[in-house]
Nanobody, 124 residues
Framework: QVQLVESGGGLVQAGGSLRLSCAAS????????MGWFRQAPGKEREFVAA????????YYADSGKGRFTIARDNAKNTVYLQMNSLKPEDTAVYYC?????????????????WGQGTQVTVSS
């Protein structure tokens, strides 16, 4: 079992920045691929970013390329999502997730454990 706790969300003006954190406990964090997803009201949960076990490779949805950066610190059992140049359409609940298997980074079904989410609201 893996427990995930997100933090760092909040209210920010368009053009601003936020850094989300996801602290993991339970099994060995460094054995897992990690991802961030988001869900806006009335919409499906969608992929935002993912990172490999080593942290050497990262993947992004087109919506976040050039603005978002995912990183991990295996010594701290934490994954981060740095979000810059935020837009009102980035408003959503952001979730981190753990993938134990080798499925696609982009699909929700590849992830086994999820945090409760943190709200990000971007005002115009």
């Amino acid at each position: 079992q893996v427990q995930l706790v997100e933090s760092g969300g909040g209210l920010v003006q368009a053009g601003g920045s936020l850094r989300l954190s996801c602290a993991a406990s339970g099994r060995t964090f460094s054995n897992y691929r990690m991802g961030w997803f988001r869900q806006a009201p009335g919409k499906e949960r969608e992929f935002v970013a993912a990172i490999t076990i080593s942290g050497k490779n990262t993947y992004y949805a087109d919506s976040g390329k050039g603005r978002f950066t995912i990183a991990r610190d295996n010594a701290k059992n934490t994954v981060y999502l740095q979000m810059n140049s935020l837009k009102p359409e980035d408003t959503a609940v952001y979730y981190c997730a753990v993938a134990r298997s080798s499925g696609s980074y982009y699909y929700k079904s590849s992830y086994d454990y999820w945090g409760q989410g943190t709200q990000v609201t971007v005002s115009s």
